[in-house]
């Protein structure tokens, strides 16, 4: 069974930084799209940045263009966000996700696997 685990959360002052991490386990981490998705207080699940299996393909949201990176070490079996200029709104706790789709996909419906998620918090 596919087990993700995020790490890298905490408390950052506005126009700070942040790195995530998900370690993945239990499966082929190479044949799995991976997602970072994020859930504000009172809010919708929504997508920030996505990278395809092979790393040749990645998405983000238009709110954290220029900002974030997602990466892939698939020798680690390891997904990166690097989150820079940090926002007050930005605070949310931060999933990662897994989809075995053949196309990278930014629909949380169509991720099949999650983690525990990690709380951001972006003090003003």
């Known amino acids: 069974q596919v087990q993700l685990v995020e790490s890298g959360g905490g408390l950052v002052q506005a126009g700070g930084s942040l790195r995530l991490s998900c370690a993945f386990s239990?499966?082929?981490?190479?044949?799995?799209?991976m997602g970072w998705f994020r859930q504000a207080p009172g809010k919708e699940r929504e997508v920030v940045a996505v990278?395809?299996?092979?790393?040749?393909?990645?998405y983000y949201a238009d709110s954290v263009k220029g900002r974030f990176t997602i990466s892939r070490d698939n020798a680690k079996n390891t997904v990166y966000l690097q989150m820079n200029s940090l926002k007050p709104e930005e605070t949310a706790i931060y999933y990662c996700?897994?989809?075995?789709?053949?196309?990278?996909?930014?629909?949380?419906?169509?991720?099949?696997?999650w983690g525990q998620g990690t709380q951001v918090t972006v003090s003003s």
């Open positions: 239990g499966g082929t981490f190479g044949n799995y799209n």
């Open positions: 996700a897994a989809d075995s789709s053949f196309y990278a996909n930014v629909g949380p419906q169509e991720y099949e696997y």
């Open positions: 990278i395809s299996w092979s790393g040749d393909t990645t």
